[in-house]
C-alpha cells in the first residue's frame, strides 16, 4: 500500500504521518523494530533498497516513511520504478510519501502540480518529478494539505482549542492568527502555553481563553521576539541580534524551533524582497504571498536592509545549518551565532 501525502501546509501533512505511525505501532508492530524513515532529500537508491528491502524478525508487515523525496532530483526516476515493482510483487508493506514542497494550483479547470524552492517560489515539475507525481497520485490513498485561507484558520484555532479541553471565540481566534502570521506550527504552541496558562489560573474543566489571555502571553514572546531579531540584523546590530538568541535559548525555546523559525522568516523577508523588487504594494504583496497583512507590514520595514542576494544567501546557509544539525555536525547556538554575526555585518 502507498500513501501520498504532500501540501505547503507542512504542520497538518506532518501532524497526518504521526497519526499514521501511531496508528500502525499500536495495531501492528508496538515494538517499533518494522517502522522504517527515509529522508528521501539525501537518500540513494541503494540505502532505500536496504532499508525497504530488510526483513523483520517480529512483523510480516513493514511501514516505510519517506519524506522529501521530490527534492532529490539524481533519483526520481529509479525511485518511481522502484515503488512500482514493488507494489506489482504484491508487498504487503505501507509506504507513506510526505512532501511539503509539492502543492497543486488550479489553472485552467484542472490542477497542476508545482514545486515549492527554498524561497517558497513555485516551479513547474520536471519530467521525471512529473512522472513521480503521476505514480504517486495515482495511487488509491492521496491527501493534500494547501494553506488554509484566514476563515478555515480561525476555524482550526477554534477546533484545537476545543480538543485541549479549552474554548475561544471566533473573534479572539482571529486576534491570535494576526498576532502569529497564520503559522500553524506557531500557532500549536502558543494554544499550548495558552490553555496551560489558563489552567494554572482557574480550576474549570473547560477554560475559555479571552483577548487578554492572548496578549498576556503571545504579546512579546516568540513571534515578536524573531520581528526584533531580524530587526537588530537589518539595522547592523549584531551586539543585540546575539542577545536576543541567548534569551530565547535561555529562555527554553529549543534550538531545532527556533531554527525553523528564523529559516521561515528569512523566507518571508525573500519573498517580500523579491515582490517589491518587481514593483508590488503592499496590499498586492499580501496577496501574493498568501500572509497575513500584519506579517506583511511588519516585514516590510525589516527587508529594507536586505539585498535580494543577500537574503538568498542567507537561506542557503539556514539550509545547510540544518542539515549540519540533523547529522551531528555541529552545536546549534556556535552556528547560529555565526550566521547572525554574518548577516549583520
Known amino acids: 500500500m502507498i500513501i501520498f501525502i504532500f501540501g505547503e501546509d507542512d504542520f497538518r501533512s506532518k501532524e497526518k504521518v504521526k497519526q499514521l505511525k501511531e496508528k500502525f505501532l499500536r495495531d501492528v508492530d508496538p515494538s517499533g523494530n518494522s517502522l522504517v524513515v527515509i529522508r528521501g532529500n539525501e537518500a540513494s537508491i541503494k540505502e532505500i533498497n536496504e532499508k525497504c528491502g530488510a526483513s523483520s524478525l517480529f512483523c510480516s508487515k513493514r511501514m516505510v516513511i519517506v519524506e522529501d523525496l521530490f527534492s532529490n532530483t539524481s533519483i526520481l526516476e529509479q525511485a518511481v520504478d522502484y515503488f512500482r515493482d514493488k507494489e506489482e510483487k504484491g508487498s504487503e508493506d505501507i509506504v507513506v510519501f510526505q512532501d511539503s514542497r509539492i502543492k497543486t494550483k488550479r489553472k485552467k ?4 502540480p508545482l514545486f515549492l524552492d527554498d524561497s517558497g ?9 512529473q512522472k513521480l507525481f503521476d505514480f504517486l497520485s495515482s495511487q488509491q490513498y492521496v491527501q493534500e494539505f494547501a494553506s488554509l485561507s484566514d476563515p478555515e484558520a480561525v476555524q482550526w484555532i477554534q477546533n484545537r482549542v476545543d480538543s485541549r479541553g479549552g474554548k475561544i471565540s471566533n473573534k479572539n481566534a482571529q486576534l491570535l492568527l494576526g498576532m502569529t502570521g497564520g503559522d ?3 500557532l500549536h504552541w502558543e494554544i499550548e502555553k495558552l490553555i496551560h496558562y489558563k489552567q494554572g489560573q482557574i480550576s474549570s474543566l473547560q477554560v475559555e481563553i479571552e483577548a487578554r489571555d492572548i496578549e498576556a502571553v503571545t504579546t512579546g514572546l516568540f513571534n515578536q521576539d524573531i520581528f526584533a531579531l531580524t530587526d ?6 549584531p551586539g543585540l541580534a546575539l542577545r536576543l538568541l541567548e534569551e530565547q535559548l535561555l529562555s527554553g525555546v529549543s534550538e531545532h524551533f527556533l531554527l525553523n523559525m528564523i529559516i521561515r522568516q528569512v523566507k518571508i523577508l525573500l519573498q517580500i524582497r523579491q515582490a517589491l523588487d518587481s514593483g508590488y504594494g503592499s496590499g498586492q504583496i499580501a496577496g501574493q ?3 497575513h497583512p ?8 525589516q527587508v529594507r536592509g536586505f539585498s535580494l542576494d543577500r537574503l538568498k544567501k542567507a537561506l542557503n546557509r539556514l539550509v545547510e545549518i540544518d542539515s549540519e544539525l540533523k547529522t551531528g555536525q555541529g552545536e546549534a547556538k556556535s552556528m547560529l551565532d555565526l550566521f547572525l554575526l554574518k548577516l549583520s555585518s
Open 184 to 186: 500553524l506550527w506557531q
Open 109 to 112: 479547470g484542472q490542477k497542476t
Open 294 to 301: 500584519f506579517v506583511v507590514q511588519k516585514s516590510i520595514s
Open 289 to 291: 504571498v498568501k500572509l
Open 232 to 237: 537588530a540584523v537589518g539595522s547592523k546590530n
Open 121 to 129: 517560489r513555485e516551479k513547474t515539475l520536471n519530467k521525471k518529478a
